[in-house]
């Protein structure tokens, strides 16, 4: 004796809910965004979250995981699918840190993309024009007073035996592409009584030595496109000789992500075209200078540009 026929309606709920579940096991998974712990990194990996949520990609918030090697090593992983990256640290990711190339910004970006595509299925978006490297920054009065403009000038003065003490981070007195690079370029030396070195190094800290010259400091460590830098009255010395690389910031993709979600390119290639040095200098002081939340700062950019 044979069961029960299924009733018509039963099965076309079963074809339904089996479509269903099919359709839901294909859908691409939600992009995990990450980033760095410092201020920059956020409020970059903040505007990334948002141009993709407002595109139409899910995505999960991991911003703030760790430092430059622990957001690599996630990404790499698989662990995150998308952070922001400069392009001079691919030189040291891939060992090529002796390479002229890094301090061209076209050359280093298509090194970097053409590295990180073949060796580890990482898709470099367009970077923004902008270059986050280590700079050299002196008070304002000062600068005007001795005509310091570039660290040209800044060398004169030095080897004139000009007054000079530099606050600055263990790294950046002693990484070959830090203090060591300046001096090679410019033919410069500072003594160990002209450094001031402070745990931890953080720019904020060695700015406001220099703007308040604690310790007899007159000189300041900082990254290009610090927010502060205005906000304490100094002015960044400039590289004529391009001594470091160019660390421009860019949306680092899993290849497989970008494939899933093709309109993450389309999202993020204007939002970084509009972020040169000035624009992220006044980012940057909204959130270092003023306290604002990083995310708040970049809804309100993400406004202001126009974003839905």
Excluded at 107 to 113: F, I, P, Q, S, T
Excluded at 147 to 174: H, K, N, P
Excluded at 214 to 234: C, N, Q
């Amino acid at each position: 004796m044979t069961g029960a026929r299924p009733s018509r309606r039963l099965v076309l709920a079963g074809l339904a809910t089996g479509f269903a579940a099919g359709a839901q096991a294909a859908a691409p998974a939600p992009v995990a965004v990450g980033s760095k712990l410092d201020l920059e990194s956020a409020l970059l990996g903040a505007m990334v979250l948002l141009a993709l949520r407002e595109a139409g990609v899910p995505v999960i918030d991991r911003l703030r995981l760790g430092p430059t090697s622990l957001v690599r090593q996630a990404l790499l992983a698989g662990a995150i699918d998308v952070c922001v990256e400069y392009t001079g640290n691919a030189a040291t990711f891939f060992q090529q840190e002796g390479d002229p190339v890094w301090r061209d910004a076209a050359k280093g970006y298509e090194r970097a993309a053409a590295l990180d595509l073949a060796r580890n299925g990482l898709v470099w978006l367009s970077p923004a024009p902008a270059d986050n490297s280590w700079i050299i920054a002196v008070p304002r009065a000062p600068a005007r007073r001795h005509g310091l403009t570039s660290l040209a000038d800044f060398a004169r003065r030095v080897a004139a035996g000009g007054r000079a003490r530099l606050a600055a981070s263990a790294e950046f007195v002693e990484s070959p592409a830090g203090l060591p690079a300046f001096e090679a370029a410019y033919g410069f030396r500072l003594g160990a009584d002209q450094l001031l070195v402070l745990s931890g190094g953080e720019t904020i800290a060695t700015m406001k030595a220099a703007a308040d010259a604690i310790s007899g400091v007159d000189a300041a460590m900082a990254y290009r496109t610090d927010g502060a830098l205005d906000a304490l009255g100094l002015v960044a010395l400039e590289d004529p000789l391009r001594s470091q690389p160019v660390y421009a910031p860019a949306p680092v993709l899993r290849a497989a992500t970008l494939e899933a979600w093709p309109a993450a390119r389309a999202a993020l290639a204007p939002l970084f075209a509009g972020l040169d040095v000035e624009t992220l200098r006044a980012l940057n002081a909204r959130v270092a200078v003023d306290g604002e939340d990083p995310a708040a700062v970049a809804r309100g950019h993400m406004a202001r540009r126009g974003a839905p």
